[in-house]
């Protein structure tokens, strides 16, 4: 099998996390690429960094690859899609911190995961991504013009709010005034948009969430659209430039720009073990079922 890791600097504590899956995947004879900066951060985990092979950008990664095991957390993960992009090869999450929506396999159960994914008890999910693009063009977004999460409009240099036209299949939706608006995936459903207030939709789901954030029109609400829905936007406010954020990624647009949303023409292949679900963690995370009365 042959697999790409892809992961940030780390603490003491997660350094033996990193070694056990390094360990794990050594014992099944593993063909392991290590994306370049991450080995060269963690010298004292990897040892010399001729013993590994390496990866440095998406070009590096294609069909050969069986799967990605990023390192970290959720936040990784969002990261990994820069690499990973439209080569479909199927991701999985180890969580060095607290449980995650996307990165599911808990740093004790590293060496069960590795078992599993070698005997073949997981099955993948594909996740929807959203697409962007602007007139005129921006180019800190015109190559990776893509998110898993969310694609967020927001205010830069003012404390005053923000007005977004926004616009459905070219038909005029409304135009909110607020801190900004976020249009969300399913798998971004549990992020920022669950954060301002919008609903938590299953990954499988065929719709996108557009959630605006902190409305000052309080009639303003979360609204649920068909994923196959195009949709414009264009931001009015008293400062001339505004953020665009995909995921983590952020851009600066001003009042010319038109916002153009979609559905990207690609997903992401996630792995699912067997032992795991998007059901399951949503009670762990959310603490449903929780109340002593219910025990």
């Known amino acids: 099998m042959k697999i790409a890791i892809y992961g940030h600097y780390f603490n003491q504590e997660a350094e033996k996390y990193i070694e056990i899956l390094l360990n794990a995947l050594k014992a099944k ?66 969580n060095l911190g607290r449980l995650g929506f996307l990165a599911t396999v808990k740093k004790e159960a590293i060496v069960e995961a590795v078992v599993a994914l070698y005997n073949n008890e997981y099955d993948i999910k594909e996740r929807a991504l959203l697409t962007v693009k602007t007139t005129p063009k921006t180019e800190e977004i015109s190559e990776i013009n893509f998110a898993l999460n969310e694609i967020t409009l927001s205010r830069k240099d003012s404390a005053s709010m923000i007005t977004v036209e926004t616009y459905l ?84 647009i001003n009042s010319e720009t038109e916002i153009f949303i979609e559905k990207a023409p690609f997903t992401l292949k996630m792995i699912e073990l067997k032992n795991h679900s998007f059901i399951k963690t949503l009670r762990a995370k959310l603490l449903w079922g929780e109340d002593t009365r219910n025990k």
């Open 169 to 252: 299949d070219n038909e005029y939706l409304t135009s909110y005034w607020a801190d900004g608006l976020i249009a969300s995936t399913p798998t971004g459903s549990t992020g920022y948009s669950l954060s301002c207030g919008g609903p938590v939709i299953t990954p499988q789901a065929k719709s996108f969430v557009l959630t605006p954030v902190a409305p000052h029109n309080l009639n303003a609400r979360p609204l649920i659209i068909p994923d196959s829905t195009k949709i414009k936007m264009r931001i009015i406010g008293r400062g001339d430039e505004f953020f665009i954020s995909l995921d983590s990624r952020i851009a600066t």
């Open 29 to 94: 004879n593993t063909d392991i690429y290590i994306e370049e900066s991450f080995l060269k951060l963690n010298k004292s985990i990897f040892g010399a960094p001729d013993n590994y092979k390496t990866f440095s950008n998406f070009k590096e990664l294609d069909d050969s690859f069986d799967l990605m095991f990023t390192v970290g957390g959720d936040g990784t993960l969002l990261r990994s899609i820069t690499y990973i992009r439209d080569s479909n090869i199927p991701v999985i999450g180890v």
